[in-house]
């Protein structure tokens, strides 16, 4: 079922302003700046981080935030929306050491998001494999979707965009609008929901999308939560209405839209009264929503930090218990929250 101080005493920013939420004052650290509009960052066992760049620049943050090159990345269509989008860690990555990237590749008809599984060394991805491609390959440089997520199962969930085609989200036999479900090496288990159906593509979960841009497991219940980009009707007038029948309803939605990225359950302690909060970053409106959940209700929603960041396009819970945001720009930071 799927539901819609450490403090741096060599800091080379300016002391942070502070900020007030319903239930705690923080201030926003900048960490890392001069990023190149940065999609996606995962947190290594070790405190090293990698951040991707869209341009397809896949990046090693030490402990101190010093960044280095990783090389190997596969050719990446930088063009409009895409690029390079997520990484993510194996489930199993203190083992393995295997990282997925997913990404526009190039290829006949066009283009469209692919996934790559490949093992992280010192300094490039080894051992490199696309596992999966999105079919066909399109035009145009919109609506990629991305974003990676494990269950506790180890099956791997990626979402994909529509390429801007609406009425593709709701054909069988093509991938777009929909997602995806896979083993860690990209085969198809043998339960998705599809699989033995005639004309549909058995990698479908989930389909009818327009743009998932942000993915969640809950920590309590293990119940995938995804946000996206919204479908406004096919041939009809935009607002005629938040439900149709034989639609399946959101949980929660935004008129007008904040242009959701990035999600993240909050299971830290720096922050305990935010604990099991749902953090979505936004991109239209430049903020940070944070959502209070009873159950699988939303009870209350605060909008933080508008316009004081910009473009927020990724919202992740880090281990030390801080929340970590990137913003989408030029200039992108990689910033942090702290009490």
């Not at 939420?21 to 290594?44: I, M, N, Q, Y």
């Not at 101190?64 to 690029?83: D, M, T």
């Not at 990555?93 to 692919?114: A, D, K, M, Q």
């Not at 936004?282 to 944070?290: C, I, Q, S, T, Y």
Request: charged content about 25%.
């Amino acid at each position: 079922m799927r539901v819609f101080l450490c403090l741096l005493l060599c800091f080379p920013f300016a002391a942070a302003a502070q900020y007030k939420s319903d239930e705690h004052t923080f201030r926003v650290a900048k960490l890392v700046d001069g990023l190149d509009h940065p999609w996606s960052l995962a947190f290594l066992p070790d405190g090293r981080m990698l951040v991707t760049e869209r341009a397809g620049r896949l990046n090693l943050l030490s402990s101190g935030f010093k960044r280095s090159n990783i090389e190997g990345v596969p050719r990446v269509a930088a063009s409009g929306q895409g690029g390079l989008l997520e990484v993510a860690l194996h489930p199993r990555f203190s083992e393995n050491r295997i990282i997925y990237l997913s990404y526009s590749g190039p290829g006949e008809g066009g283009v469209s998001t692919e996934l790559l599984r490949a093992k992280l060394g010192a300094t490039r991805v080894e051992e490199a494999q696309v596992i999966f491609r999105q079919e066909p390959k399109t035009t145009g440089g919109i609506h990629f979707g991305g974003r990676i997520v494990f269950d506790r199962a180890g099956f791997l969930y990626l979402t994909l965009g529509e390429r801007g085609q609406m009425q593709r989200a709701q054909v069988p036999g093509n991938h777009h609008g929909s997602m995806i479900r896979l083993h860690d090496d990209g085969r198809v288990p043998a339960d998705n929901p599809f699989v033995g159906k005639s004309d549909w593509k058995p990698e479908k979960f989930d389909f009818g999308h327009r743009n998932m841009q942000g993915a969640a497991f809950h920590p309590q219940t293990g119940m995938l939560w995804t946000h996206e980009h919204g479908h406004y009707g096919t041939g009809t007038k935009i607002g005629e209405g938040t439900h149709k029948a034989g639609m399946a309803q959101p949980l929660y939605y935004w008129v007008p839209s904040i242009a959701p990225s990035g999600m993240a359950f909050y299971t830290g302690d720096r922050f305990p009264k935010w604990k099991g909060n749902l953090f979505v970053g936004a991109l239209r409106d430049e903020m940070l929503v944070r959502l209070v959940l009873d159950g699988e209700k939303v009870v209350k929603e605060e909008r933080l930090l508008k316009g004081v960041l910009g473009r927020i396009r990724d919202v992740r819970n880090g281990p030390d218990g801080f929340i970590y945001l990137l913003t989408d720009e030029n200039n992108g930071v990689m910033a942090r929250l702290e009490p």
